[in-house]
């Protein structure tokens, strides 16, 4: 069988003050045609930086890599465009991205097939095939702008499919979805490339992922570490590369031991495939901390008997909520249900169909754009699936300019405080760009706290997160709570479930607290 994708030596480095930063380090991999690959590795390995090579967007500093036949590293402009164009399938951990704010969905499944020159008729009846296999006929004539952000990551990965590309190659594709709407996209995924035969590349922390996968590899400090196929328990191997390098995991360095003198080593580390946990809340409305009260913290937001609708469906219908001080609340539900929606109402960054919202003791009804723009610079920090950073300027200049912006003083030991919380003061001079996803949430988290806010709003803060990033993020926002600031947070992470001092569970039905006596 021939391979889909071929890296040899691969290196990739980014410019940064103290020096040049490796992000692959020597990567060898081999993916036959036709497999299904799920790539795991912490944050910052070079995951997404190994699918910006393979896609054409990033120029290899060295090695060579060969995709669908294609030798990257000596392609022109022309040949790396009509690779994307015409043969890959690209599926960018920010979804929103992807897609086009003023074309409907339709289209913008449609897109490449017509920038491909396909007519216009057969490429709109192969983008509704592409949305009916994810179940999202129902949103084709909607906008991006109108879709949560589980919604609009389905819709990317749709017109990933459309275009019956060769390779497919996915970025965390289910980071913002339910556990059941992320199995649909594995699902659908794995039929769709087996349907083409067509090869898949999935990058992501999920392990659930590996229920699609013919084989699993792990990446560490920008090298191939350890593989095992998914269908074979205890199988996993350390590697060896091309030049002879091995990556031990933690545990073999520090005293388990490891074979010598074999091309594969068996590790049996049962933590490398530990699950994120299933932990789900039970009520609508639940505090999670038991004997923590929020009754009695001030309200810095409401919203009361809230509906909105997007083209006639309802998304949110009756909503009654407190965000109060001191308190870490976290949005829960399916994809869908209006999550995204709900946060955007609160701090006036859309409007509500019907009812009121109240944001630091101001009624947004009858405020102008700017009124509400300048409600939230007096105590709201807003962070957005995409993190909106300055993607030019470094990680502390984005602090900074976070500061500025509201015309607070310059405050180097908050600063401090933040990055080495949040395990970025090595990234700290690092610009945006050069970051992975999981490392731009945690600067995006640290940005927001920077202001010191009275309220802040998070949406999915950790879907770009391996479970240990997401406990680190989970534990800032705790003692963020802990002193003081009201925390309403948007995201299906078990981790911030579990750290939670309430939980709303959004559905159908309207959202209700839960007394003390109903709780026990």
Not at 243 to 271: F, N
Request: hydrophobic share 45%; proline share 4%; charged share 25%.
């Amino acid at each position: 069988m021939s391979d889909a994708v071929e890296c040899h030596d691969l290196f990739c480095l980014y410019d940064a003050p103290t020096g040049s930063v490796a992000a692959l380090r020597g990567l060898s991999l081999r993916v036959p045609t036709g497999e299904r690959l799920v790539v795991h590795g912490p944050n910052g390995s070079g995951k997404s930086t190994l699918l910006s090579v393979l896609a054409a967007e990033v120029a290899p500093s060295a090695g060579s890599v060969r995709v669908d036949g294609v030798e990257l590293a000596r392609a022109d402009d022309a040949t790396r465009t009509a690779l994307r164009r015409d043969r890959l399938g690209l599926v960018d951990q920010r979804s929103r991205r992807s897609l086009r704010p003023e074309l409907d969905v339709l289209d913008n499944v449609a897109l490449q097939l017509r920038l491909a020159g396909c007519r216009k008729g057969p490429a709109r009846a192969a983008a509704r095939e592409a949305l009916g296999v994810l179940g999202l006929e129902r949103l084709a004539v909607r906008r991006p702008g109108t879709l949560s952000g589980g919604e609009a990551q389905r819709v990317a990965v749709a017109a990933a499919l459309a275009h019956r590309p060769a390779v497919v190659l996915a970025d965390e594709p289910t980071g913002e979805l339910d556990a059941g709407a992320a199995d649909a996209v594995y699902d659908a995924l794995a039929s769709a490339v087996a349907d083409l035969g067509a090869t898949l590349v999935l990058v992501t922390h999920d392990p659930r992922a590996s229920r699609v996968a013919d084989r699993v590899v792990r990446i560490r400090d920008g090298r191939l570490s350890e593989q095992w196929d998914p269908a074979a328990p205890h199988s996993e191997t350390l590697v060896v590369d091309d030049r002879g390098w091995v990556r031990l995991p933690d545990s073999l360095r520090h005293g388990a031991g490891a074979s010598s003198g074999a091309v594969a080593v068996a590790t049996a580390e049962g933590v490398l495939l530990r699950g994120t946990g299933t932990g789900t809340p039970t009520a609508a409305a639940t505090t999670a901390s038991g004997d923590r009260s929020t009754d009695e913290r001030p309200a810095v937001g409401s919203l009361r008997d809230v509906s909105v609708a997007y083209d006639g469906v309802p998304v949110l219908d009756g909503i009654d909520l407190d965000v109060r001080a001191s308190t870490l609340a976290v949005v829960s539900g399916r994809s869908g249900s209006g999550k995204s929606t709900l946060l955007r109402i609160l701090v006036g960054l859309a409007p509500a169909d019907h009812g009121t919202v109240e944001l630091l003791g101001r009624p947004l009804a009858g405020l102008s754009r700017d009124e509400r723009a300048a409600v939230r610079r007096t105590g709201v920090a807003v962070v957005t699936q995409g993190g909106s950073l300055v993607e030019t300027l470094h990680v502390r200049d984005n602090l900074e300019l976070a500061r500025t912006s509201r015309g607070l003083p310059h405050d180097d030991a908050l600063a401090d405080e933040l990055c080495d919380r949040l395990g970025l003061t090595a990234l700290a001079h690092r610009p945006v760009m050069s970051l992975s996803g999981g490392e731009r949430q945690r600067v995006a988290v640290a940005r927001a706290l920077a202001v010191e806010p009275v309220l802040a709003v998070l949406d999915e803060p950790t879907s770009q997160l391996d479970e240990a990033g997401a406990e680190v993020v989970a534990a800032v926002l705790a003692e963020a709570a802990a002193h003081g600031v009201a925390l309403l947070v948007a995201s299906h992470d078990p981790v911030l479930l579990d750290a939670a001092d309430e939980v709303v569970e959004l559905g159908s039905a309207r959202i209700r607290a839960r007394t003390a006596a109903e709780e026990s």
